[in-house]
């Protein structure tokens, strides 16, 4: 079955330090792949997406992904994490018909 | 800014009500998806309208039905309410591009008491 698994529930970093999410997917081919990040109460925003070619994807708010087909893996990172972005993360993919397949979500806490 | 709006934000109904949650997609956008978020958990697909026909379903009881209009907007209806069924709905929408990315609302929070 297709699947996205987040395997780290809870990150805590200090701000200025580098981040790196984890995302690993099951798919029977290489699927379509989103980071989304969401703030408390708020409706889900676009960071990145990877459709196909360059490997390392550059998204907003200084964050990037590498997409590793042999890993099974899209992990996002980000080289100093400010304060605000404090939040939930979640990695998405899709095989091309809509239907997105997210991850469970990384609550990311930020220490000042 | 996604061009997808969604109403209302909040609402609050009691177990056995029937709810309606209204979505309004971007022009152009012939695809529209609807997904649940639980509270802690990620969004799960509830299912999907291509130029007003359903094309695709999630894992969700028959209770959960839409409707999708020929202005872009689009309606979710749930009856019979539960008490599990206190999420947050997000509505999405999509071209006919051959990426299949989604655009999203900022949903509408349900809560079932």
């Known amino acids: 079955a297709q699947s996205v698994t987040q395997p780290d529930i809870h990150i805590t970093v200090s701000e200025g330090a580098s981040l790196e999410l984890r995302c690993n997917y099951s798919?029977?081919?290489?699927?379509?792949l989103f980071w989304y990040v969401q703030s408390p109460g708020q409706g889900l925003q676009l960071l990145l997406k990877y459709f196909s070619g360059d490997t390392l994807v550059q998204g907003i708010k200084g964050f990037e992904a590498e997409f590793k087909r042999s890993q099974s893996s899209f992990n996002l990172r980000k080289p100093s994490v400010h304060w605000s972005d404090a939040a939930e993360y979640f990695c998405?993919?899709?095989?091309?018909?809509?239907?997105?397949?997210f991850g469970t979500g990384t609550r990311l806490k930020v220490l000042a | 800014e996604t061009g997808v709006t969604q109403s209302p934000t909040h609402l609050i109904k009691t177990r056995g009500q029937q709810v309606t949650l209204r979505c309004s997609s971007q022009?152009?956008?012939?695809?529209v998806s609807w997904y649940q978020q639980a509270l802690g958990q990620g969004p799960q697909f509830i299912f999907q309208?291509?130029?007003?026909?359903?094309?695709g379903r999630g894992n969700f009881p028959p209770r959960f039905s839409g409707l999708q209009f020929p202005n872009y907007s689009s309606e979710l209806n749930v009856n019979a309410l539960e008490l599990d069924d206190s999420a947050l709905y997000l509505c999405?929408?999509?071209?006919?591009?051959?990426?299949?990315?989604?655009?999203f609302g900022e949903g509408s929070r349900l809560t079932v008491l």
């Open positions: 798919y029977g081919a290489t699927p379509y």
């Open positions: 998405a993919a899709h095989s091309g018909t809509y239907k997105y397949i």
């Open positions: 309208y291509y130029r007003e026909e359903e094309n």
């Open positions: 999405a929408s999509g071209g006919d591009g051959s990426t299949g990315e989604l655009f």
């Open positions: 022009s152009g956008h012939n695809t």
